[in-house]
């Protein structure tokens, strides 16, 4: 099993810029991507950004330009630099973890960004 516990959410006025920390224990020898989704009230749970374990990066088109997602494979930790926060960003923030390819089958608990206007 991978536990995974995220950290950095908090409340933002839009422009500003927060950053996210995930860090990943248990049997975290195998993972591969991990990556950060996101959940807005209604909304259904979508992809930020992702990385691999070999840096290859993958962003949302919301968030292009303005997320940056990067991994410390030493602390076993991913982290996500938001700068330019708007309001739509609003949303529980998810840290997610893959063994096989961008499979992800590992969560944590959330964190909530909130970006005022």
């Known amino acids: 099993q991978v536990q995974l516990v995220e950290s950095g959410g908090g409340l933002v006025q839009a422009g500003g810029s927060l950053r996210l920390s995930c860090a990943a224990s248990?049997?975290?020898?195998?993972?591969?991507?991990m990556g950060w989704y996101r959940q807005a009230p209604g909304k259904h749970r979508e992809l930020v950004a992702d990385i691999t374990s070999g840096g290859d990066t993958n962003y949302a088109d919301s968030v292009k330009g303005r997320f940056t997602i990067s991994r410390d494979n030493a602390k076993n930790t991913v982290y996500l630099q938001m700068n330019s926060l708007k309001p739509e960003d609003t949303a529980v923030y998810y840290c997610a973890a893959a063994r096989v390819s961008r499979i992800y089958r590992y969560w944590g608990q959330g964190t909530q960004v909130t970006v005022s206007s």
């Open positions: 248990g049997s975290i020898f195998s993972i591969n991507a």
